[in-house]
């Protein structure tokens, strides 16, 4: 059994990494690595700002955030349902 990462597997992320060192040097890969942390973590950190701001907004104008919260608990209990039911055909 292959693990597969985005529907890529290891001889192909293999085939990448090779292409990605004769493109770029060994000795930059760090470098284009830490950049892409920082940008990932810049992204993130921007998401988290905008989640925080629309939910503030959201209390102040009294709209109530526990019924987002009830819709999205009562959608995870009818998926575990779900999944209850059709994991013996699953495993088929």
Do not use: Y
């Not at 292959?2 to 990448?16: A, D």
């Not at 990605?20 to 992204?43: C, H, S």
């Amino acid at each position: 059994m292959s693990t597969q990462f985005l529907f890529i597997s290891g001889p192909e992320i293999f085939i990448i990494i090779l292409i990605v060192v004769m493109l770029f040097g060994a000795d930059k890969i760090p470098e284009i690595a830490r950049g892409l942390g920082k940008t990932m973590r810049q992204v993130k950190d921007a998401t988290n700002d905008i989640k925080k701001e629309i939910k503030d907004s959201a209390e102040k104008q009294g709209i109530d955030t526990e019924f987002t919260r009830d819709i999205k608990d009562g959608i995870s209990k009818v998926k575990d349902n779900i999944d209850d039911m059709t994991g013996p055909i699953k495993r088929l």
